[in-house]
Nanobody
Framework: QVQLVESGGGLVQAGGSLRLSCAAS????????MGWYRQAPGKQRELVAG???????NYADSVKGRFTISRDNAKNTVYLQMSSLKPEDTAVYSC?????????????????????WGQGTQVTVSS
């Protein structure tokens, strides 16, 4: 009941920049953590960056200093600014959100946990 829609992927040359966006919608009450993961061909999915509702961030060592995660709590949207991109950053990037929803709508006192994923967006960095 929570949908995540990503945008902003594409093809870029090494050293270039891209900005990914992910908007969450549905009967969301709160989103505790939002994050970006990536999966390259033949590799396991890995956490790229995460951010809490209070703005605490964490990054994979491979992207520290090059990527910046941010979020707009009012819009339930998370962003990933990627700079100094390298060919090894090529992967499908997916958005994840963890929080509480109200499946019966505003005013209801019934809450459920959710852990939702976006459909993924391809990022390709050419050398």
């Amino acid at each position: 009941q929570v949908q995540l829609v990503e945008s902003g992927g594409g093809l870029v040359q090494a050293g270039g920049s891209l900005r990914l966006s992910c908007a969450a919608s549905g009967n969301i009450f709160s989103i505790n953590v939002m994050g970006w993961y990536r999966q390259a061909p033949g590799k396991q999915r890995e956490l790229v960056a995460g951010i809490t509702s209070g703005g605490i961030t964490n990054y994979a060592d491979s992207v520290k200093g090059r990527f910046t995660i941010s979020r707009d709590n009012a819009k339930n949207t998370v962003y990933l600014q990627m700079s100094s991109l390298k060919p090894e950053d090529t992967a499908v990037y997916s958005c994840n959100a963890v929080g509480l929803l109200r499946p019966e709508g505003p005013g209801s006192y019934y809450f459920e946990d959710f852990n939702s994923w976006g459909q993924g967006t391809q990022v390709t960095v050419s050398s």
